[in-house]
């Protein structure tokens, strides 16, 4: 015996069964992206191959940055870098200030701060020559003084190799409190901490200062 069901009966039960699959599936799909928080030890971005430049209203080049990688995690501002290298330059000079590379760092692009880690090399370069001051009046010196050997003054570049390094960038700092070797042409010497003001072109020699003179 065959059964009959009039249209409207069929699209009735049609239309019921529809909706509460849509019911059903809308429940299961729900998300609240306000609730969701990513894992705050895995990095939130990651790129490769990083090489970028940041210039001033008025188009002059203020820094270049590359990176061999870079990463950034959740709700932290820092960026960090692997394999780094930082190119400062001056508004109105058209060469760079003063270099850094690293083979680690961050950099905090709101409070305008950094940090450059192991086997850190920074060259600074300023036409008006580059002051020294030492910090420990105890200072043991080894070589021989002798005028216009080329002391510190005299010098305009100097390359000093670190650890453990503190920037900032807002104004134009550095230092560290960890040992440092400072290279100015054929002079060299050793520190126990030390900062760099580049806006003063100063450099200032916290302790255990020891000079090396090349006598020509």
């Known amino acids: 015996m065959h059964k009959f069901y009039s249209s409207k009966a069929f699209q009735?039960?049609?239309?019921?069964?529809i909706s509460s699959l849509c019911l059903l599936l809308n429940s299961l799909t729900i998300i609240n992206f306000?609730?969701?928080?990513?894992?705050?030890?895995n990095p939130q971005y990651n790129a490769v191959g990083i090489d970028g430049s940041v210039y001033n209203t008025n188009?002059?080049?203020?820094?270049?940055?590359?990176?061999?990688s870079a990463w950034e995690y959740p709700n932290d501002d820092k960026i960090y870098l692997k394999k780094l290298a930082i190119e400062m330059y001056d508004e109105s000079k058209d060469w760079a200030n003063?270099?850094?590379?690293?083979n680690s760092g961050w950099i905090d692009r709101i409070n305008k701060t950094g940090y450059l880690g192991e086997s850190t090399i920074v060259t600074v370069s300023n036409s008006g020559g580059v002051g020294a001051i030492s910090g420990n009046p105890r200072a043991e010196k080894s070589g021989t003084e002798k005028?216009?050997?080329g002391d510190l003054e005299s010098e305009k570049?100097?390359?000093?190799?670190s650890e453990n390094i503190n920037l900032n960038l807002e104004k134009n700092t550095f230092?560290?409190?960890?040992?440092?070797?400072?290279e100015q042409g054929k002079n060299s010497l050793y520190t126990q901490g030390f900062s760099y003001d580049n806006n003063k072109h100063f450099l200032i020699l916290e302790s255990k200062v020891r000079i090396v003179y090349y006598v020509r």
């Open 98 to 102: 003063y270099t850094m590379s690293s």
């Open 12 to 17: 009735f039960f049609a239309i019921a069964i």
């Open 34 to 41: 306000h609730k969701m928080e990513l894992p705050k030890t």
């Open 157 to 161: 570049v100097i390359h000093i190799y």
């Open 147 to 149: 005028s216009g050997a």
């Open 59 to 68: 188009g002059k080049l203020l820094y270049s940055m590359q990176a061999e």
């Open 175 to 182: 230092g560290s409190n960890a040992i440092a070797h400072v």
